[in-house]
């Protein structure tokens, strides 16, 4: 599976972004996925997180209420609606899919991702 992000950029606090990752492959509808972030100098954070059915979703506790991570599978991508952006969002935003194919296992961890997107930028001004 290869991954693609893309929708970064510079936005001013409470504003909103949505982010897009572009699967390869038709077995894209098979993997759960999850988009993590980084900041300088701290490590690489969870921030959502959607099954392979796309039934559940999963939040990290400081996007709750303001992100939304969606799927369209018939277009292979996997997206993630950022609203009342905070300056403490800002970070490189990576998407990843999960180490297996139908298994939602893991998917607030690093560990529960085989595949990474290169990254996109999201930078909130205060």
């Known amino acids: 599976v290869q991954l693609q992000a893309s929708g970064g950029g510079l936005v001013q606090a409470g504003g909103s972004l949505r982010l897009s990752c572009a699967a390869s492959?038709?077995?894209?509808?098979?993997?759960?996925m999850g988009w993590f972030r980084q900041a300088p100098g701290k490590e690489r954070e969870f921030v959502a997180a959607?099954?392979?059915?796309?039934?559940?979703?999963y939040y990290a506790d400081s996007v709750k209420g303001r992100f939304t991570i969606s799927r369209d599978n018939a277009k292979n991508t996997v997206y993630l609606q950022m609203n009342s952006l905070k300056p403490e969002d800002t970070a490189v935003y990576y998407c990843?899919?999960?180490?297996?194919?139908?298994?939602?296992?893991?998917?607030?961890?690093?560990?529960?991702?085989?595949?990474w997107g290169q990254g996109t930028q999201v930078t909130v001004s205060s």
């Open positions: 990843a899919a999960a180490r297996s194919r139908f298994s939602d296992y893991g998917l607030n961890g690093l560990n529960g991702y085989g595949y």
């Open positions: 492959g038709r077995t894209f509808s098979s993997y759960a």
């Open positions: 959607i099954s392979w059915s796309g039934g559940s979703t």
